[in-house]
């Protein structure tokens, strides 16, 4: 796969995901939750920057935010929708890329990312870095979660380049058997990397999330960026 121009293919990848299966998460993270309750006034207008099918989102308008997201994949967003609907909730959501956030300068109080930067190439993760500042407010907050170097896993096959390899789904835990192999990226963060990358903000905060599954047979990292404006 070429990084330059996989973007296309990576949507298709997650169109596939999403319409195979119903076994994403329901819940939002420990570290989304947080980040809420502590940075966000009652209200804001909060971005959920790559919401899959919705877990945080589904949060953030339950506990009253008005909140936009954004996904690449058609599929991820229809069942964002959809969850939403299911219990009268509201939201405003847009299929596009990280790289191109269809908002205005200066629209949201904050932003939640969370697996997602880690999702693309280096390219587009630039790209995305100078859209999301372009987007939040001044002193507007952001957690970015994305997977860090260090992590233990089996299904790391090719690096297209550097630290962004390529995903044999088939052997990624907790992959359903009988579904299809998709291709997926994963590009693996350091705290150099992180603090160069959000340079641009006033107020870098990083911490690190780690936990083991499967009797330590597989290892997650990820590195935690709470940034302002
Ligand atoms: C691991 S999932 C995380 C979804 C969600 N943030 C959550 O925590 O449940 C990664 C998501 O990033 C999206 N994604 C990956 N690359 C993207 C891009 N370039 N633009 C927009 N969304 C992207 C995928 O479609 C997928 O929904």
């Not at 219990?87 to 847009?94: H, P, S, T």
């Not at 697996?115 to 190439?121: A, G, Q, R, S, Y």
């Amino acid at each position: 796969m070429d990084a330059e121009n996989c973007v296309g293919e990576m949507s298709q990848a997650w169109d596939k995901l999403y319409s195979q299966s119903d076994s994403e998460p329901r819940y939002p993270s420990d570290s989304v939750v947080r980040f809420v309750y502590t940075k966000c006034a009652r209200g804001a207008k909060v971005l959920d920057l790559g919401c899959g099918v919705g877990r945080h989102s589904w949060f953030l308008a339950r506990e009253g935010f008005d909140v936009c997201g954004t996904d690449f994949s058609n599929a991820g967003i229809e069942k964002t929708k959809k969850l939403l609907e299911r219990e009268n909730l509201r939201g405003n959501f847009k299929v596009s890329s990280v790289d191109n956030i269809p908002y205005d300068d200066n629209y949201f109080d904050a932003c939640v990312s969370s697996d997602v930067l880690c999702c693309c190439t280096n390219r587009v993760i630039q790209r995305s870095v100078s859209e999301l500042h372009r987007v939040l407010k001044p002193q507007g907050k952001a957690l970015i979660v994305v997977r860090a170097d260090g992590e233990l896993r089996q299904h790391i096959v090719n690096e297209i380049e550097h630290n962004t390899f390529l995903v044999d789904a088939k052997r990624h835990v907790g992959v359903a058997s009988g579904r299809e192999k998709v291709n997926e990226i994963v590009h693996y963060f350091d705290e150099d990397e992180v603090e160069s990358l959000f340079c641009k903000f006033g107020k870098l905060e990083i911490d690190w999330l780690e936990r083991t599954c499967d009797g330590m047979k597989y290892r997650d990292k990820y590195i935690l960026a709470t940034l302002e404006k």
